[in-house]
């Protein structure tokens, strides 16, 4: 199957999520070895409208391991011909001429769809709205879980924080629906629970969930507890206690010793650095995982040029 843009999790059938897991293997091992210089005829261009750290520096990172160069803009907004009301469309246009690639990050939902539509160059989708999707976050994601729980099949996990407007659950939970027997808790204050599209996907692919608004008695049956921040700002009621939803020592304590704790990052209150040291916290290591996953992802997209 080609990969002509990166756009939504859907794209990405299980046949395709194992090559990319291989091939994300092998590029942990050639970055061990100091890289490759393969890929020097290629150039990716980054193009974001909205901060990223983890993102862009993984996906520039990615290029230059791969022995690629790199064309950016930091607050695309800011430094690009958009100043002077210059359409989307018309940008990629101009820069799919001067590159291989093009990752983009956009303040608008279906943004990167746009993009491709335009583009002679792939487009990589690297989050477009706030209800939009993250889909390299989610290739990350779900690799991590991949390499830590061993498995993909059968697997609980429980999405707890802001899930309304979180572009990653979406995106993870679009890909760890294609799996066999997993099962979702979707736990999240009333204003901020999954929205219905995500739960008729479910239904209709009949995948297992529930809505909660808690986590207490999940979070020990569960194999992944997946957190994104909540924005206080953003409740009906101010006095909200959202200390329930946090990880700390406690909650290490009622998880299952070999589950695992989750988070795209940035993290603010809802993970207490103690939780950091536990073997059982990924985030760190889910975060590196992008260097290789998006490695693995651009070799995909130029082999098959
Ligand atoms: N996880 C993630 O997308 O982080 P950045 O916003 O820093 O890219």
């Known amino acids: 199957m080609k990969l002509n843009h990166v756009i939504e999790s859907q794209q990405f059938t299980v046949p395709l999520l194992m090559e990319l897991f291989e091939r994300t293997r092998q590029m942990e091992k050639m970055v061990a070895r100091g890289g490759t210089k393969d890929y020097s005829s290629k150039i990716m261009a980054t193009l974001f409208y909205k901060s990223s750290t983890r993102t862009r520096f993984s996906f520039e990172a990615a290029m230059f391991r791969l022995g690629g160069r790199v064309i950016s803009t930091e607050h695309a907004a800011d430094f690009s011909s958009e100043m002077r009301d210059e359409i989307l469309e018309d940008t990629i246009r101009i820069i799919s001429n001067d590159c291989d690639v093009i990752v983009l990050r956009h303040t608008e939902e279906g943004a990167a769809r746009r993009a491709a539509a335009v583009s002679s160059v792939p487009v990589i989708n690297a989050g477009d709205g706030s209800g939009g999707q993250h889909p390299t976050q989610a290739l990350l994601d779900l690799y991590t879980i991949y390499r830590e729980c061993k498995a993909l099949n059968g697997i609980a996990v429980a999405f707890v924080g802001a899930l309304d407007n979180g572009r990653t659950v979406r995106s993870l939970t679009y890909l760890l629906s294609k799996f066999d027997r997993v099962k979702f808790y979707f736990i999240a204050p009333p204003e901020m629970q999954i929205g219905d599209d995500i739960l008729h996907y ?104």
């Open 202 to 305: 479910l239904d209709n692919h009949r995948v297992q969930y529930e809505l909660l608004q808690q986590p207490e008695g999940i979070i020990s049956a569960v194999d992944v507890v997946y957190r994104t921040r909540i924005d206080r700002d953003r409740l009906a009621k101010k006095d909200v206690d959202l200390g329930i939803y946090n990880i700390n020592a406690a909650v290490l304590q009622k998880m299952k010793s070999n589950a695992i704790i989750m988070h795209p990052l940035p993290r603010s209150v809802e993970i207490d650095p103690v939780v950091d040291t536990d073997p059982r916290a990924v985030y760190f290591r889910q975060a590196r995982n992008g260097l290789f996953v998006r490695m693995a992802l651009l070799t995909i997209l130029f082999d098959q040029e």
